[in-house]
Every structure is written in C-alpha cells, then in structure tokens.
C-alpha cells in the first residue's frame, strides 16, 4: 500500500515530502548563481537581438530606426528570392556544408576511436594536444598556413611538379577551392569535434572492456562491437546538431580564404548578408530576410531530422 504524508507541500508515493521551487532554488543556489553569466550571455547576444527580426518586414531606413521604418510586408523576401546572387550563395552554402558532413564529420570519430586505443598515457596525451591545437588558431592565422602550403612555390605545387604534373593556383581555380575550404576545415576542427567522443568512450564501463578481454576479442572487434555502439547515441546527437547548422557554411573560413576569382563556388549566404548590409547600398532589411530564412530553414531541418531519428529508435534531442 502506498503511505503518504500529511503535511504542507507536495509528496511522492513513499511519503517524502517533496520541496517546493523556491526553497529547491534557495538549496542549490550556488549553482544557479554559477549559472547567471552564462544565461546574460545568451539573452544579451542571442534573445536580445531577435527584436531586430522586424526589419525584415519592414522598409527600413537607418536614420529612422526600427519604430520609425514603415512596414513593407513580404517585399524583402520577394526581392531576395528573385536575386540571382542569393540563390548562388544559397546553393554554395549548401554544397559546401554537405561536403563538410560527409568527408569531416566521420573523421572525428574515427580520430577518438584510434586515440582511445593508444595505451603509453603520456603519448596519447601528445597525439590528442596535436591534433586539437589548430582549433585555437584564428582563421586568419589559418589563411596564413593554407596558402603557404598550397601556393605557387609551396610544398604542395611542388610535389605536383615533380610528378610530372602543372601548377594549380588552388585558391583562385574554382575547381579545387571547395576542396580546400573542406579539408582546411576538417584539419582545423577533427581534433577538437573528437574531445566529446573521446569523453563518451571513457564512459565505457570496466566490466564490459574485461568481459570482451576474456572472451578473446581482438581489437578491432572491440571497436565494433563495443566501442563504436557506445557512442552511438552521441554520434546521433552530434549529426543532429551538424544538420541543424547546414546553412551555417563557416563565415570566417569563407571570408579569410575566398575571393573574387572563386565567387561562383565560394560565395555563400553569410557572405553574402556582410556584403549586402555593410558594403554597396547598405540594404540592411534584404540582408536581414536573409539571415532570417537561413533561420526558419535551420529549425525545420533540426526538428524534421530528430523526428527520422526517433522512428529508427535513436537517442533524438527532445
């Protein structure tokens, strides 16, 4: 039989008096006081600015402001569907983003999977510091270093040469500069995306890693069999999250590497908002339907992959 407790507030099933919301608060309000500039910086830099989403209805003009611009309805949408420029950068986006999902989101996880077989400690250690020290790096540093090794004279063209074959100007040659923001991007991020597969392995129970001993399997049995499952639902997680920013093609990237030569692959809509709102004829209500419908398709594709997730019985975000 169920006992229950007469007294004020609420209570479970076994009779233990369950703490209201404010004396819950008051108990751990350390934490929640560690919580506070985290939560200022996500109003302030992410809440905030959502107000300004309005000038995308609107016809707006800079010296009037927002409450003083007249509402124009769709017209902004309108003209930024019928622009040949957005409908290239929004196809760029894309086809840049897919590229980065398919070649540079699997090797992360095959990077974690390899580190985490490495025994020597101190070496393991080496390797994980190497690979994830070009995430600090900004990508103007990053610019530095890609054009070092893939200009004229660089150690890239000069290999080609001596194979017998030309010189390939690979950031002004529209067929090879997708592949350079592509691999760039996976050197610069492999090592840093594999720290939270690296942290889900370490997860690993004892028992299971002793049980697969004993049982003779060998190590690349362990990682199929053991290993890779285990992360499994992180890796749905982390390819949630990957789908969800498809649109988000790497702005610094893009704008550090690419130029005038390669606009017709390289261009995409981030680029392509700074250019419309901060230079030209500083069109800021265009520039800001844009970035709103990158928004409102990022959302749907967030919400349509978690849903597919959830049929094939996946660990899904919400």
């Known amino acids: 039989m169920e006992r229950t407790v007469k007294k004020s507030g609420r209570t479970d099933k076994l009779g233990k008096r369950k703490a209201g919301f404010f004396p819950s608060v008051w108990k751990y309000r350390y934490f929640y006081l560690m919580l506070i500039p985290g939560l200022l910086y996500i109003i302030i830099f992410h809440y905030a600015p959502m107000a300004g989403l309005a000038i995308a209805f609107q016809n707006f003009k800079l010296t009037k402001g927002i409450f003083g611009s007249a509402f124009n309805g769709l017209a902004n949408f309108q003209t930024l569907f019928r622009t040949d420029m957005f409908s290239r950068a929004f ?25 985490n077989e490495i025994r020597l400690v101190a070496f393991k250690r080496t390797v994980q510091t190497i690979f994830y020290m070009p995430h600090f790096l900004s990508w103007i540093v990053m610019f530095g270093l890609v054009f070092n090794f893939v200009k004229e004279m660089g150690p890239i063209n000069y290999l080609i040469r001596a194979l017998g074959g030309n010189t390939i100007f690979f950031l002004s040659d529209t067929r090879y500069f997708r592949g350079v923001v592509v691999i760039s991007d996976i050197w610069k991020e492999m090592g840093w995306n594999a720290i939270i597969y690296l942290a889900a392995l370490a997860g690993v129970p004892n028992e299971i890693s002793e049980s697969a001993t004993i049982d003779g399997a060998s190590r690349m049995k362990y990682v199929l069999r053991i290993s890779l499952p285990y992360i ?50 500083f069109k800021f209500a265009v520039a800001t339907a844009a970035g709103m419908f990158k928004s409102v398709i990022a959302c749907i594709l967030v919400v349509a992959t978690n849903k597919l997730m959830g049929r094939f019985d996946q660990e899904t975000l919400f």
Do not use: C, H, W
Not at 254 to 271: E, K, P, R, W
């Open 91 to 115: 196809r760029n986006t894309v086809i840049i983003s897919m590229y980065k999902i398919l070649f540079g989101f699997p090797i992360p996880i095959i990077l974690a999977l390899f580190i």
């Open 232 to 281: 499994m639902p992180t890796i749905v997680i982390m390819f949630l999250l990957r789908i969800g920013g498809i649109l988000n093609a790497g702005f610094e990237q893009i704008y550090a590497l690419y130029n005038s030569s390669v606009f017709s692959v390289g261009d995409i809509i981030d680029t392509y908002v700074y250019r419309t709102a901060l230079t030209g004829d």
